[in-house]
């Protein structure tokens, strides 16, 4: 027989502890390779109904509409920008991190006129600077921020924000990658108009699928354009007449499998409990920044607003950041993340998302930290970030 010029894959088993994607139930990796189904199949769309519905639960909406974009979690971002935004409209973008800025770019090549409201990276936005920025404008239609900005670990608080757009006709636009299935989003109670997130973070599937989800009002918003969206494929008054509807208009050929995978990635998820879910989010992050500092690392955000899912560390002054991070994925098998933009070989950013998040994990980073960092020159008290770590575990 002849020999495939390439050996079959066989991808090291990693702990995924980096800003995404993180590691997979094997209930998940198991829908991956269940049998395909046509795009117009009946049960293929019962299928695609009980994901909108398990979406709904997820964001906490009622009405509106939820659906996966087909793409990864910047697919979704530019879909919300391009339907959202038309030539001439001014949007108000909040930056304190690099994906505040992409938001920014992004909304520019709609041709909208865009607004900047700043804080420096890993400080919250505030909520006053919305409010003056808005009252500058003659007409704005949008207010964006990220929620939980994975490049520095900042949770955006939204309550007073999403008050301060609804006061001025304008709509909220969330960037939920980071925080959807790992810190409470509530779309409807916040006032969140449209929201995107992706699958390979805290929802705990595999990368490829970005649900977003519309309130009514944003509904409204797209009904109302001028012209059609520059952008076909990311259309959502044409996606909509295939997710929605007894009558599916074919649009694109929808990726199976990554749908089967969400499905079950969303079952893991209401079966947990969001509330569960949330507090084992909150549980291990205290429990890393606790081991992390008594390692004597410092860390970028301050506690009152940091995202459990994400934590940036300061990387001790003339330590090699990557060639640890190198030694850790290859003696270690685990990854963690560098730095980006402004704080590239500044920080590492640890991610405890979905199913990475678990009290083992945790304590197998500090230990796997302790017995690195001594060689890149920085000494470390001998088993302190375990010892704290599993402190603030076992505390109720
Ligand atoms: C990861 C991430 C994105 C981009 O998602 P991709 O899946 O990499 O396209 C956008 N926003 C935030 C906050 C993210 O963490």
Redesign the pocket.
């Known amino acids: 027989m002849p020999q495939a010029p390439y050996a079959e894959l066989s991808p090291s088993p990693r702990l995924l502890l980096g800003?995404?994607p993180s590691n997979v139930h094997p209930r998940v990796l198991r829908a991956l390779g269940k049998p395909l189904l046509g795009y117009l199949d009946p049960e293929f769309l019962a299928i695609l109904d009980e994901i909108g519905a398990m979406l709904r639960a997820v964001y906490g909406l009622d009405g509106g509409l939820a659906l996966p974009i087909s793409?990864?979690?910047?697919?979704?971002?530019e879909a919300a920008l391009a339907n959202l935004l038309e030539p001439g409209d001014t949007a108000v973008i909040g930056v304190n991190?690099?994906?505040g800025e992409?938001?920014a770019l992004i909304a520019a090549r709609q041709g909208a006129s865009v607004v900047t409201v700043n804080a420096e990276w890993g400080r919250v936005l505030d909520p006053e600077a919305f409010r003056e920025s808005l009252r500058r404008q003659d007409r704005v239609k949008l207010v964006a921020v990220?929620?939980?900005?994975?490049?520095t670990g900042v949770l955006q608080p939204l309550r007073e924000l999403a008050a301060i757009a609804h006061e001025r006709e304008a709509l909220l636009l969330v960037?939920?990658?980071?925080?959807l299935g790992g810190s409470p989003v509530s779309m409807n109670e916040t006032g969140i108009d449209f929201a995107?997130s992706?699958?390979?973070?805290c929802l705990g599937a595999p990368?490829g699928l970005?649900p977003i989800a519309l309130s009514e009002r944003a509904l409204e918003a797209l009904a109302q354009r001028r012209q059609p969206p520059a952008t076909w494929y990311l259309d959502l008054a044409l996606l909509r007449q295939y997710w929605e509807g007894p009558n599916r208009v074919y649009h694109h050929t929808p990726p199976v499998p990554l749908l089967y995978a969400l499905h079950e990635a969303l079952r893991l998820v209401l079966e947990e409990g969001l509330e569960a879910r949330f507090a084992r989010h909150q549980r291990h992050g205290r429990a890393l920044r606790a081991g992390l500092e008594a390692l004597g690392l410092r860390l970028l955000v301050p506690e009152s607003y940091c995202t459990p899912q994400?934590t940036a560390v300061l990387v001790p002054e003339g330590l090699d950041e990557a060639a640890l991070r190198g030694a850790l994925r290859e003696e270690h098998n685990i990854e963690i993340g560098g730095g980006l933009g402004q704080l590239r070989g500044r920080v590492w950013r640890i991610g405890l998302m979905g199913e990475s998040s678990t009290a083992a994990n945790v304590l197998v980073l500090l230990a796997a930290l302790e017995a690195l960092l001594p060689r890149f020159g920085f000494e470390v008290p001998h088993g302190a970030g375990v010892s704290a770590a599993s402190r603030e575990l076992g505390r109720r």
């Open positions: 800003p995404g793409g990864t979690g910047g697919a979704g971002m991190g690099f994906f992409r938001l990220v929620h939980a900005e994975t490049s960037d939920a990658v980071t925080s995107y992706a699958t390979q973070k990368p970005s994400l």
